[in-house]
């Protein structure tokens, strides 16, 4: 079990559209989940982190405006980057949080990663 | 600030050449440490979790070590198909569930 998906797996879109990535945890409910973003051969960081049925937060530097973040479910997080421009390239990366029981800390388990490419 | 350093950057080792991989962490309080496989194009995939100094994991060739200011990664006689980018990450223990990552190490198994 712990399987995450997301959706879609590329997108391109021309400049000035709104692209939105779903992520799904399949086989277990998700209190928290998260995003990150990834550019070529460098490490994953962190964007926002989404809590069921509340406002996402969202780490320094990160617009809040831009990228839309929904979590109406404990298995749906949704992120909406809204007019994007090619600078918004880049690998979009998903992760839940799973409770690993007593006193192990929760483990996030991560999607597929949808590679956004905006022309 | 949470800070995590993994070492080498890069690393080549022929079929069957034992090695250990470094994540070097400095955090307040540890929650946990995790590694991650990452192979090109693809998300992570979970490996272990490490949260009290001493503790080791194992899974098949690999085995995870942790003391109370480095990990280790062991790959014991590596398969070109462990090939991939191992990451680390923390968390900290005051309740955030955020993670830390690390810059990864590039495993290259040559056959």
């Known amino acids: 079990g712990a399987v995450v998906s997301q959706h879609p797996s590329w997108v391109i879109c021309k400049s000035g559209t709104s692209v939105k990535i779903e992520c799904r945890s399949l086989d277990f409910q998700a209190t928290t989940m998260f995003w990150y973003r990834q550019f070529p051969k460098q490490s994953l960081m962190l964007m926002a982190t989404?809590?069921?049925?509340?406002?996402?937060?969202?780490e320094q530097g990160v617009e809040k405006d831009k990228f839309l973040i929904n979590h109406a479910s404990l298995t749906l997080s949704t992120l909406t980057v809204t007019s994007a421009h090619p600078e918004d390239s880049s690998f979009y990366i998903c992760?839940?949080?799973?409770?690993?029981?007593?006193?192990?800390?929760?483990?996030?388990?991560f999607g597929p990663g949808t590679r956004l490419t905006v022309l | 600030e949470d800070q995590v350093t993994q070492s080498p950057e890069a690393l080549r080792l022929q079929e069957g050449e034992s090695s250990s991989l470094n994540c070097s962490y400095t955090v307040s309080g540890l929650r946990g440490l995790f590694w991650y496989r990452q192979d090109p194009g693809k998300g992570p995939e979970f490996l272990f979790t490490?949260?009290?100094a001493g503790e080791e994991k194992e899974k098949e060739r690999l085995k995870a070590t942790l003391t109370k200011k480095e990990s280790f990664l062991h790959i014991t006689a590596p398969k070109p198909e462990d090939s991939a980018t191992y990451l680390c990450a923390v968390q900290e223990d005051f309740g955030n569930e955020k993670l830390t990552f690390g810059t990864g190490t590039r495993l290259t198994i040559i056959p």
């Open positions: 989404s809590n069921e049925g509340s406002k996402a937060t969202y």
């Open positions: 490490l949260y009290s």
């Open positions: 992760s839940a949080s799973r409770s690993a029981g007593g006193v192990s800390p929760d483990t996030q388990y």
